[in-house]
């Protein structure tokens, strides 16, 4: 009986399966930059100047390279950077550097200079292609941009892993800012690209991560994993996987989630909705973007094709208002879809689901 490993929220749980219902694991086999690649990409950054990293999203390629940051700091004899990163994972950042290194809250961008340095790991995303440094500060920061955005989506289904034209409404965004950025491309193997620069160049290295793409033969059942924590803390970052994975699954058949969603929905859109406070006529042709009308504009989009189904902590009463199907753990919903689709049904499993894009054959 096969054994695969699944992340999890913080942690990783076991799927248990028969050899006969295992179709497929789909998984990335991509090429990673050794530890002095990685080095020597790094002297982009100009450590003599006094430096200020803003940690975007916590993932294990961040804290690699935020370890090296330091770690070229002290070779170099100057002083490490200061960290900033949201309250929400400033816990997380703190616990894999030095003990006596202190980890600020990041606040805003207005009052900072050029010494700002961003750092975050780069998914794909259904509005914008993918999600980059500019794209993070946008949602962030320029939320009256964001209808623009919204505005320029192609259709009503999601499109990750191409160029579109709501990438340049992030990059005319970010360019306003005398900032600096560290891009990383990681997939669970590793780092497999990172660029030091503006990040509204910086993006360029979705070149790199388009060729995440896989082409599969579409799936009656697919159990998607986000890949990493930082992908699965809210509703919102966990139907990213589902984005990049749903056109491989036939008409009628079954996506299975595992997002823990410890830290809620993560979407004001989905909660207005949940509460009866939006509709989703209204997702058309907003006038005013509400965060994540995307997301729930895709999925309903979606479950018109497929029935959708979650593993999470996130209340009953929210899963089945997105008409959704909640599972209590990874053994359940085996048990589910063979009682559903019978005992010799074929399951696949995508291990990294928030940085591989499927598409059918």
């Known amino acids: 009986m096969p054994e695969i490993w699944l992340n999890y929220g913080g942690t990783d749980v076991v799927l248990d399966i028969k050899a006969e219902n295992l179709e497929q694991k789909i998984e990335l086999d991509h090429p990673t930059l050794d530890d002095a690649q990685i080095f020597e990409r790094l002297d982009a950054l100009e450590l003599n100047k006094p430096q200020t990293l803003v940690v975007l999203n916590h993932t294990p390629a961040i804290q690699k390279t935020l370890s090296m940051i330091f770690e070229k700091s002290t070779q170099k004899a100057t002083p490490r950077p200061k960290v900033f990163a949201d309250k929400q994972i400033m816990n997380l950042v703190r616990s894999n550097l030095p003990s006596e290194s202190q980890v600020f809250a990041f606040e805003g961008i207005e009052n900072f200079d050029s010494s700002l340095v961003f750092l975050g790991e780069m998914e794909f995303d259904g ?10 500060l946008l949602r962030k920061f320029g ?19 191409k160029d579109l034209p709501s990438m340049e409404v992030a990059k005319i965004f970010a360019s306003s800012f005398e900032i600096s950025a560290i891009e990383i491309v990681a997939h669970q193997k590793g780092i497999a690209d990172i660029m030091i620069g503006h990040p509204s160049s ?5 070149k790199t991560m388009s060729s995440f793409t896989k082409q599969v033969e579409k ?7 986000t890949g990493k924590d930082a992908s699965n803390d809210t509703l919102g970052k966990s139907l990213g996987s589902l984005w990049n994975c749903y056109s491989a699954i036939r008409d009628e058949g079954l996506a299975i989630l595992l997002g823990e969603c410890r830290a809620g929905i993560g979407s004001e859109a989905i909660r207005q909705y949940v509460e009866g406070r939006m509709s989703i006529e209204r997702l058309q042709k907003p006038a005013k973007y509400v965060d ?13 094709k497929i029935q959708v189904g979650i593993v999470s902590v996130l209340p009953e009463f929210y899963i089945k208002k997105l008409n959704m ?11 589910y879809i063979l009682k559903q689709q019978g005992s010799r049904q074929k399951i696949s499993i995508v291990p990294d689901g928030a940085r591989i894009l499927l598409a059918p054959n």
């Open 219 to 225: 799936h009656r059942s697919l159990l998607v994993s």
């Open 292 to 304: 994540g009308m995307e997301d729930l504009l895709y999925l309903s989009e979606i479950e018109k």
């Open 202 to 206: 910086t993006s360029s290295i979705s």
């Open 325 to 335: 199907k909640i599972f209590d753990g990874v053994k359940e919903t085996l048990e």
């Open 127 to 136: 509005l914008f292609g993918y999600d980059t440094i500019s794209t993070k």
């Open 143 to 161: 939320k009256d941009q964001m209808l623009s955005a919204y505005e320029k989506r192609q259709g009503n289904l999601p499109n990750p892993g």
